[in-house]
């Protein structure tokens, strides 16, 4: 079955970093589009970024775009979420995924980022 397990999340001062990682099992991890979502406190889930299967086309929102980087091994099956100059509003349930809203979800890592 389809496994998602992130790592990484944590507590973080304003302007700090954190690498979230997702490692992935039970799917053709080298043919998926991964992606990073966010959930904060009483707003929606979002998505924060995008990388196709190789690697080599990357997608971000705005709210993020400059400070986090998407990159992924697909040797090791795993995605990562690099992410700088946090601020606070940053903080959020991080979720990796896979086939977009419908498709496959990790448990989530928490992110906070307060002084």
């Known amino acids: 079955q389809v496994q998602l397990v992130e790592s990484g999340g944590g507590l973080v001062q304003p302007g700090g970093s954190l690498r979230l990682s997702c490692a992935a099992s039970g799917f053709t991890f080298n043919r998926s589009i991964m992606n990073w979502y966010r959930q904060a406190p009483g707003k929606e889930r979002e998505l924060v970024a995008a990388?196709?299967?190789?690697?080599?086309?990357?997608n971000y929102a705005d709210s993020v775009n400059g400070r986090f980087t998407i990159a992924r091994d697909n040797a090791k099956k795993t995605v990562y979420l690099q992410m700088n100059s946090l601020k606070p509003e940053d903080t959020a349930v991080y979720y990796c995924n896979t086939r977009g809203s419908h498709g496959y979800w990790g448990q989530g890592t928490q992110v906070t980022v307060s002084s």
């Open positions: 990388i196709s299967s190789g690697g080599g086309s990357t």
